[in-house]
Every structure is written in structure tokens, then in C-alpha cells.
């Protein structure tokens, strides 16, 4: 079962969202990956751990449909 992923910062229109997106997780190769200029949303096939990066960003997991 995938896990789906949706990364935020706290009052901040990414620039960069892909970017921001390999910042909190290096591990990324690939997976896919979409965003809206606030956010940022990613499927792994297993679960992953986030990198911390403050109480700014926030990673939080999708529910599945």
C-alpha cells in the first residue's frame, strides 16, 4: 500500500516546491509528485521519514481514498 505525503510551510508561497520537496525528503527517486504553489503532495510505495525542518514545515500523511 502507497503512502501519500503533503508538505507545507507556514505562510509561504513555494517558489520552488520540488526543491523544498527534496529538501524534506533526499530519499525521493522518482515517485511521483504534484503542486499547487502551497503545497506540495508525494507517493511513496512504503513509508518514508521526513527530514525535520522546523516547526514551519509541515508533513503531514493523506488519508487514502
Do not use: H
Amino acid at each position: 500500500m502507497s503512502t501519500t505525503y503533503r508538505i507545507t510551510m507556514s505562510g509561504v508561497t513555494l517558489a520552488d516546491p520540488y526543491a523544498f520537496l527534496q529538501a524534506v525528503f533526499p530519499q525521493r527517486d522518482g515517485e511521483p509528485a504534484s503542486s499547487d504553489g502551497s503545497s506540495v503532495t508525494v507517493t511513496f510505495d512504503t513509508p518514508q521519514t521526513p527530514v525535520d525542518l522546523g516547526p514551519l514545515v509541515k508533513v503531514e500523511v493523506v488519508p487514502a481514498l
